[in-house]
């Protein structure tokens, strides 16, 4: 997931059917829950197994984490309802945790 960026996140998401979740994320309303689950199923395996091991938990505690904070996060990341432009999904958060 390295270099994706924000945008290619939400596209894996898109494409794993949660469309209307992470439009809701990016958009100005109420940000639509996601589940562990989805979150398992959206991602490469090896991107969750690498979260896993970093964070020092199961891959299922990793996606149930980030289906946790995602949501927020994206909205934070998006407050005028538009991606920001470039860098990695990593420096973001990174931004964001500082």
Do not use: C, F, H, Y
């Amino acid at each position: 997931m390295a270099g994706n960026g924000l945008g290619g996140l939400l596209d894996m998401l898109t494409r794993s059917g949660l469309a209307d979740r992470t439009q809701s994320w990016v958009g100005t309303g109420e940000n639509q829950p996601v589940s562990g689950a989805q979150i398992a199923e959206a991602l490469p395996d090896d991107t969750l197994q690498k979260a896993a091991a970093e964070a020092g938990v199961s891959p299922q505690e990793a996606a149930d984490e980030i289906a946790r904070s995602l949501p927020q996060a994206v909205d934070r990341l998006t407050p005028d309802g538009s991606l920001p432009e470039g860098g990695s999904l990593e420096g973001i958060i990174r931004r964001q945790q500082l």
